[in-house]
T-cell receptor
Framework: DQQVKQNSPSLSVQEGRISILNCDYT??????FLWYKKYPAEGPTFLIS?????DKNEDGRFTVFLNKSAKHLSLHIVPSQPGDSAVYFC????????????FGAGTILRVKS | KAGVTQTPRYLIKTRGQQVTLSCSPI?????VSWYQQTPGQGLQFLFE???????NKGNFPGRFSGRQFSNSRSEMNVSTLELGDSALYLC?????????????FGPGTRLTVT
């Protein structure tokens, strides 16, 4: 039962353009969402998060949008840089589950220079 | 502030053996969670500890266990290792237990079972 889905296994973007990574969830109890960036054989690096009471959160080049009615969130990276090339994971949590994170399968982002 | 540290970074064990992995959270963080990452299953939650108590457990067999010490350091143990236990084991720490906090991951321990 995949409660968090990242339907695009990979995405290729030109340097300087916008990268948009998408994530869908099915569990209505999720009320906190996080994006992580991961390189092979390393731990995930926290990028940005959003609470379900908001619909947008911005931090530098990273913006996360949340559409609760559609159970959909997206991560925008503007402008994209070659160093952004990595696997991006969407994760969700619910207060009832403590700090348990449910992860999507990840999207491989390649930024071409 | 130092990040989450995990030891050892790499480990090779034989089927049937047991293994203990260690995690030191960020200073001041009292919650430690453990995750298993495999190519087939992705990142899966194992368990979470807060103030030396297991607060949450994922869907893993009883061979997987853990504990947390008074200084918030945590260990996880896998007994009677199986080939399928080969994975990257990650721990994450956070300040609170609300489920609405940022969690920071360590570099992981790569376990290979032969």
């Amino acid at each position: 039962d995949q409660q968090v889905k990242q339907n695009s296994p990979s995405l290729s973007v030109q340097e300087g353009r916008i990268s948009i990574l998408n994530c869908d969830y099915t569990n209505s109890m999720f009320d906190y969402f996080l994006w992580y960036k991961k390189y092979p054989a390393e731990g995930p690096t926290f990028l940005i998060s959003i609470s379900s009471i908001k619909d947008k959160n911005e931090d530098g080049r990273f913006t996360v949008f949340l559409n609760k009615s559609a159970k959909h969130l997206s991560l925008h990276i503007v402008p994209s840089q070659p160093g952004d090339s990595a696997v991006y994971f969407c994760a969700a949590s619910a207060r009832e589950y403590g700090n348990k994170l449910v992860f999507g399968a990840g999207t491989i982002l390649r930024v071409k220079s | 502030k130092a990040g989450v540290t995990q030891t050892p970074r790499y480990l090779i064990k034989t089927r049937g053996q047991q293994v203990t992995l260690s995690c030191s959270p960020i200073s001041g963080h009292r919650s430690v969670s453990w995750y298993q990452q495999t190519p087939g299953q992705g990142l899966q939650f194992l368990f979470e500890y807060f103030s030396e108590t297991q607060r949450n457990k994922g869907n893993f067999p009883g061979r997987f266990s853990g504990r947390q010490f008074s200084n918030s350091r945590s260990e996880m143990n896998v007994s009677t290792l199986e080939l399928g236990d080969s994975a990257l084991y990650l721990c994450a720490s956070s300040l609170g237990l609300s489920g609405m906090v940022e969690q920071y991951f360590g570099p992981g321990t790569r376990l290979t079972v032969t």
